[in-house]
């Protein structure tokens, strides 16, 4: 059974304009949120992160929001540019992200459009 | 700094062959991850080592794989005998150690995609 879930697998947003990745999690262990970035051929890279003790993080154009009594969070990225176009993966941990392995959704694929 | 890096980039077998994967991590990291996508579905979690020491492989799917890190520097992945359905990408990453419960960051490597036909 998922413990993290994406339910849009993919999402398509004008260049300038805002994109919000959504990600649900059932599991009330996890302390510890974040959000990663893939290209083709790569491997996925870091984003942001985010604590259960805060609701807000943000880190130049992207800011995760995370809402724990609905066990939700999401991830704005504004102004959305070209090169933002990747699958993002959001994963949780319930080890303070400290040395325990990250548990990840399926992935939503942005295309942002020139 | 150099990435983590895998070996190889892809590799086609044939059902019941062996598959032994390569990952070197980043130098000082003690923690080292294998994790595995099937196509279309999450990245998920295989095993954890400290340095030589497995310190959770409750993402091993079964008896099949078989992980090893010795001296704490790289690790492989062995598959044997190979299965249709361990098709898929295996991603390494790998951690600097912390005692504390601040978070640091796991850095992935490109990936082996396996194919078994």
């Known amino acids: 059974d998922q413990q993290v879930k994406q339910n849009s697998p993919s999402l398509s947003v004008q260049e300038g304009r805002i994109s919000i990745l959504n990600c649900d999690y059932t599991?009330?262990?996890?302390?510890?949120f974040l959000w990663y970035k893939k290209y083709p051929a790569e491997g996925p890279t870091f984003l942001i992160s985010?604590?259960?003790?805060?609701d807000k993080n943000e880190d130049g154009r992207f800011t995760v929001f995370l809402n724990k009594s609905a066990k939700h969070l999401s991830l704005h990225i504004v102004p959305s540019q070209p090169g933002d176009s990747a699958v993002y993966f959001c994963?949780?941990?319930?080890?303070?992200?400290?040395?325990?392995?990250?548990?990840f959704g399926k992935g939503t694929k942005l295309s942002v459009k020139p | 700094e150099a990435g983590v890096t895998q070996f190889p980039s892809h590799s086609v077998i044939e059902k019941g062959q062996t598959v032994t994967l390569r990952c070197d991590p980043i130098?000082?990291?003690?923690?080292l991850y294998w994790y595995r996508r099937v196509m279309g579905k999450e990245i998920k979690f295989l095993l954890h080592?400290?340095?030589?020491?497995?310190?959770?492989e409750s993402g091993m799917p079964n008896n099949r794989f078989l992980a090893e890190r010795t001296g704490g520097t790289y690790s492989t992945l062995k598959v044997q005998p190979a299965e249709l359905e361990d098709s898929g990408v295996y991603f390494c990453?790998?951690?600097?150690?912390?005692?504390?419960?601040?978070?640091?960051?796991?850095?992935f490597g490109p990936g082996t995609r396996l194919t078994v036909l």
């Open positions: 990453a790998s951690s600097r150690f912390s005692r504390g419960r601040s978070y640091n960051e796991q850095f």
């Open positions: 599991n009330s262990m996890f302390d510890y």
């Open positions: 985010i604590s259960s003790i805060k």
């Open positions: 994963a949780a941990t319930a080890y303070g992200g400290s040395q325990g392995n990250l548990i």
């Open positions: 130098s000082g990291h003690d923690n």
């Open positions: 080592f400290v340095k030589e020491s497995k310190q959770d």
